[in-house]
Structure formats: structure tokens, C-alpha cells
């Protein structure tokens, strides 16, 4: 499984967009980038999933360069309830079970 | 729609006593995996089982041990508990694997051992 890192901690106010760029530079052929979404005391939550370029929902963006060596989660628009702690994961064809790294805790200020 | 379901939500044991933890997947998923995480820590795979069986081993000390059951649900039994045991532990479902289809997380059992 590739290794990612991303920043340990962001701060923002509301309103603004946040972008958690996170690297994965032994990122494979087959490998997937997914985004997960934790709030204190609860469980994991699916965000994104993305192979390449963007990849665009109602919660956020997920660009990914050519290289596919870095991915960057775009959240527009930011609210207080946006704070949280976000992960960045490398899934492939071949996994089955999710390693959670250092995630990005994001604090939104009012 | 139907979450992955864990009961219960709080425990607290004492040193030394065992506890069960249960979890319920979303339907049709025959996949369950096992995290634990502790304060201000990131989730640590345990366990996973797939179509009744084990498929995976994390960081799972002897003291656990778990196993899925013909409806799919699954269990995670710890013995001789121990302070650092103190963690939330979260059940994950999925079909066929996940990856490509999304893990579901439920809400965790907090175990506080004293």
C-alpha cells in the first residue's frame, strides 16, 4: 500500500475553501485515492474517491495531477461543522482493509 | 438506509474483566473489519472477516479475538483487559472487499477499563 502524508493540522475560518493536498508518491497503477471524513467519537465517513483529474461531489473536490503522485481535497465554503479530521488513502484492486495514516485535523473558525 | 450497527456504545470494565463488543453490517455486506483508536490517536486495523472467515490480521493482541457469524455479524471478544485496552473500537463493513465501493464505519463502542 502507498505511503501518504499530508499536514497534521489546518486552520480556516467560515466561508473559506480548504484545500488538504496529501502526497503518495509510491502510488500504484491500479491504486484509487480516497478522502474520509472523521468527526470526534464517530466512525470514519466516505468523502471522495478519485483515479485521476477531478472528481467532483456535494461535499467536496478532489483534484488529482497528471503524475498522480499527490492528490489535493478541496472543501468550498467551509462552516464550523466542517471540523474535523481528514484522511487520505490509497486503495487498490488488491485491498482489503483501510490503513489509516496521520490525517489533517481541520479547525474552522468562526 | 441501514448503518453498520456496534453495541454497545460505552463499557467500562475493570482490569482484568473481558468484554464483548458486537457489531451489525449494512445488509447484503459480507465483509467486517475491526479498529481500534485510541486518544488522539489515528484508527489501528485489527481484524477483518470475510464471508465468515478471518482474511486479515492487524495489530491484534493475543488477549482478542473475534469471529463472524452466520448472519454476518461480528464480535470482538478482549480478555484480561488491560488500561491501555481504554480505546474507542470500530466496526467497518463492506461488500465484496470495499476498495472501489466505499467502507461503512458505525459509531464505535467507547470501552473505558479502570
Known amino acids: 500500500l502507498a505511503k501518504t502524508t499530508q499536514p497534521i493540522s489546518m486552520d480556516s475560518y467560515e466561508g473559506q475553501e480548504v484545500n488538504i493536498t496529501c502526497s503518495h508518491n509510491?502510488?500504484?497503477?491500479?491504486?484509487?485515492i480516497t478522502w474520509y471524513q472523521q468527526f470526534p467519537s464517530q466512525g470514519p465517513r466516505f468523502i471522495i474517491q478519485g483515479y485521476k483529474t477531478k472528481v467532483t461531489n456535494e461535499v467536496a473536490s478532489l483534484f488529482i495531477p497528471a503524475d498522480r503522485k499527490s492528490s489535493t481535497l478541496s472543501l468550498p465554503r467551509v462552516s464550523l461543522s466542517d471540523t474535523a479530521v481528514y484522511y487520505c488513502?490509497?486503495?487498490?484492486?488488491?485491498?482489503?482493509?483501510?490503513?489509516f495514516g496521520t490525517g489533517t485535523r481541520l479547525q474552522v473558525f468562526p | 438506509a441501514a448503518g453498520v450497527i456496534q453495541s454497545p456504545r460505552h463499557l467500562i470494565k475493570e482490569k482484568r474483566e473481558t468484554a464483548t463488543l458486537k457489531c451489525y453490517p449494512i445488509p447484503r455486506h459480507d465483509t467486517v473489519y475491526w479498529y481500534q483508536q485510541g486518544p488522539g490517536q489515528d484508527p489501528q486495523f485489527l481484524i477483518s472477516f470475510y464471508e465468515k472467515m478471518q482474511s486479515d490480521k492487524g495489530s491484534i493482541p493475543d488477549r482478542f479475538s473475534a469471529q463472524q457469524f452466520s448472519d454476518y455479524h461480528s464480535e470482538l471478544n478482549m480478555s484480561s483487559l488491560e488500561l491501555g485496552d481504554s480505546a474507542l473500537y470500530f466496526c467497518?463493513?463492506?461488500f465484496g472487499g470495499g476498495n472501489l465501493y466505499g467502507y461503512t464505519f458505525g459509531s464505535g463502542t467507547r470501552l473505558t477499563v479502570v
Open positions: 467497518a463493513s463492506s
Open positions: 509510491n502510488i500504484a497503477t491500479n491504486d484509487y
Open positions: 488513502l490509497v486503495v487498490g484492486d488488491n485491498t482489503d482493509k483501510l490503513i
